[in-house]
């Protein structure tokens, strides 16, 4: 059994970067522990938050600018990867609706079995056993059988 779809293709996955009005940037001191001065007075976390999606990232490391970058790459990794999630739920929701069936035994128009010289169309629920004249472009021999399609 053969089935073929041509469908556009959906947009590729690009990193777009983040806008920086639609980000909360919070820095804060690391979770209490012992580590000394640096963890528990400096604030070098970084708690970033996509305020469109609600999507944050928290990083916790000695230097504020990395964990900043850091929580920029995560972040910008996680909205496109959610936004392509949504565009592909989208495309794949299309393609299951409209335009392409499941390639069962339901969504066949006809079967063609070269074998037994036969052309069975399941729509109209009519068969024949003349294959070389339909597919010479006398459709009319499918009426004119009397066989019946029974599957």
């Known amino acids: 059994m053969i089935s073929v779809a041509v469908l556009p293709l ?65 972040l910008t990794a996680k909205v496109n990867a959610s936004r392509s999630q949504a565009v592909r739920a989208v495309y794949d929701e299309h393609r299951k609706t409209t335009l392409v069936g499941s390639s069962c035994r339901g969504t066949k ?6 074998i037994l010289s036969r052309v069975a169309d399941h729509e109209l629920g009519l068969k024949t056993r003349n294959i070389k004249e339909f597919f010479k472009g006398n459709f009319a021999v499918l009426f004119e059988s009397t066989e019946r399609d029974e599957e």
């Open 10 to 74: 959906p947009p590729a996955d690009r990193f777009e970067p983040l806008q920086e009005k639609d980000l909360e940037i919070i820095c804060q001191t690391g979770k209490q522990k012992a580590g000394g001065q640096n963890c528990n007075k400096v604030s070098s976390a970084v708690r970033m938050r996509h305020q469109p999606t609600g999507l944050s990232v928290f990083i916790n490391g000695r230097d504020q600018g990395q964990n900043k970058k850091e929580a920029l790459r995560i």
């Open 109 to 114: 128009r006809r079967t063609y079995n070269f």
